[in-house]
């Protein structure tokens, strides 16, 4: 299902991102990356803009309010959301509560 559109000047910028965690970036109408991820990913990509070919970053995750993303390009931010480390926290709460679990139930 698409996530977002974002145009920068004459360029179209899709993101597309599915249940099973697959995440495509489409530019103009063509898939410039494709990845497969749980926690989200960064996706590398180049585009032109004003005759000129520019380097692109993007990064999708997940924060306090749901899926973040940041776009940068040549290094220089254009959307950038909050960090967070709240889905991290989460992670490693649950391997941590799935690692007691388990050793109780092996152990005793």
Request: aromatic fraction near 16%; glycine fraction near 8%; charge should be neutral.
């Amino acid at each position: 299902m698409k996530f977002t559109t974002i145009n920068l000047g004459d360029n179209k910028i899709e993101v597309f991102n599915s249940f099973i965690g697959r995440e495509t970036i489409v530019l103009n109408g063509k898939v410039v990356s494709e990845k497969s991820s749980i926690t989200g990913a960064t996706h590398h990509f180049k585009m032109i803009e004003n005759d000129q070919e520019v380097t692109c970053k993007f990064i999708l995750g997940y924060g306090l309010n749901g899926v973040v993303m940041s776009l940068y390009k040549d290094n220089k931010p254009v959307i950038e959301s909050q960090k967070s480390i709240f889905f991290g926290f989460v992670f490693l709460t649950l391997i941590c509560f799935g690692f007691v679990f388990f050793y109780n139930v092996i152990f005793h």
